[in-house]
């Protein structure tokens, strides 16, 4: 499917039974063209923002700076909507995994991740996945739609309420990070994604800086230049494979963007220096890419980008058809390419209790269809 294709695949706008307009997801030049719509000074847009998005306040009585005429009209008209939670699983090690459901009924999952020093929220993009890669789970499940930037910046609102961050703390924020790593390939859904993560970062509001935001990408080339001129934030490549037949193979979009391509793309990265580099991300399969000749391959691979490697060991999921390469290999792939000079990470698992962790994430919205379906004819059900 083309970029052009991807951007028309949408829900409706945000709108709930009263027929109300949701507010969140919306721009600050939006909220004002909206406030002069209901005979309101554009001001009124930067209190409502501060109510929205520093304090996260949903009732518009609460809103106490506001005139109370103001407020009444602004609930005739609006709400600040977050999406349901269909599922919410926690795991062993702190992990949470959220399975969210829009206004469609349509399914995505977003995992936040603590850490001592920081903690992350995996958000999603898009309900299922057009790429197809071989190793991951979200891509067994076909491309739904693309997310909008009111569900994409609902997923942040969910999770700082589930955490209880507001006001928008400035330091030790238990949600402190953001990877666009979840469902779906951020960069055939750019212009939501790019929307969202302007409103995520704004000073005024949610306030999580571009340097602690990191969008991964399998390598839409046409799109990367512009993911880091218009929204500068670290960029972390879905690399997995050091050769075009390996990559077509298990990263199916290097058919149409190759290995050359997507270096060369990379080496004009916006921004690129040795305080912002570039993240590959690889993922190790036993007997696949995990060879002392792969590690030296990478490396060779890399040499002309600031770069570092975040090496992730397979998670499994129901009928993967790989397995995790051993923790010698790991080892020895990793010693390789720290010693050629590049950080090397490996990284722990998280959340595999709960289906959480890298790879594994799938909303797997036609079978809870199915199981609704069943729980309101269960002979239906028996029968199948």
């Known amino acids: 499917m083309s970029i052009e294709k991807h951007a028309e695949s949408f829900a409706a706008p945000a709108v709930d039974a009263q027929g109300r307009r949701d507010l969140i997801g919306l721009s600050r030049a939006e909220l004002e063209a909206l406030m002069g719509d209901v005979g309101e000074p ?19 009585a609460k ?14 008209k609006f709400f600040v909507g977050r999406p349901d939670i269909a599922v919410s699983l926690a795991s062993k090690d702190g ?23 920081r903690g992350t929220l ?33 997923q942040v609102m969910m999770a700082r309420d589930h955490l209880g961050e507001w006001p928008s703390p400035p330091d030790g924020r238990m949600l402190s990070n953001i990877v666009m790593m979840g469902m779906g390939e951020p960069l055939y859904n750019f212009d939501q994604v790019a929307k969202a993560l302007k409103i ?13 935001i990191t969008l991964s ?20 490549i879905s690399l997995h494979a050091v050769n075009d037949e390996l990559r077509n193979e298990i990263v199916p979009i290097n058919k ?25 991300e690889y993922v190790m399969l036993k007997g696949v890419n995990d060879s002392p000749a ?52 490996v990284r722990t698992p998280r959340g595999e209790d709960i289906m959480a962790a890298c790879g594994q994430l799938k909303s797997d919205s036609v079978k809870q269809r199915r199981s609704d379906k069943d729980r309101a004819n269960p002979a239906a059900g028996e029968a199948a």
């Open 200 to 212: 995520v970062m704004d000073g005024e509001g949610i306030a999580i800086s571009k340097r602690r």
């Open 63 to 76: 809103m106490s700076n506001l005139s109370k005429d103001f407020r009444v009209r602004l609930d005739e």
């Open 42 to 60: 554009k001001f009124r847009a930067r209190q409502l923002w501060h109510w929205l998005y520093h304090r996260g306040e949903r009732d518009f």
């Open 122 to 154: 995996c958000v999603s993009s898009q309900v299922g996945c057009t790429l197809t890669c071989k190793f991951c789970h979200t891509g067994t499940q076909r491309l739904v739609r693309n997310l909008t930037a009111n569900e994409i910046v609902g």
């Open 95 to 117: 992990t949470h995994k959220w399975l969210l459901e829009f206004n469609d009924h349509q399914k995505a999952e977003t995992v936040h991740i603590p850490e001592e020093d």
């Open 256 to 280: 149409k963007y190759p290995i050359k391509e997507l270096m060369a793309a990379l080496e004009n990265y916006p921004g690129l220096s040795n305080a912002r580099r570039i993240t590959f």
């Open 294 to 345: 792969d590690a030296r391959a990478l490396v060779k691979l890399i040499s002309k980008v600031p770069a570092k490697v975040n090496l992730i060991p397979f998670n499994p999921w129901p009928g993967a058809p790989f397995e995790r390469s051993t923790p010698a290999a790991i080892r020895d792939f990793s010693d390789i390419v720290f010693d050629a000079g590049y950080s090397s990470p």
């Open 217 to 236: 990408t399998a390598g839409v080339v046409p799109m990367i230049e512009r993911c880091g001129a218009e929204l500068g934030v670290n960029l972390a």
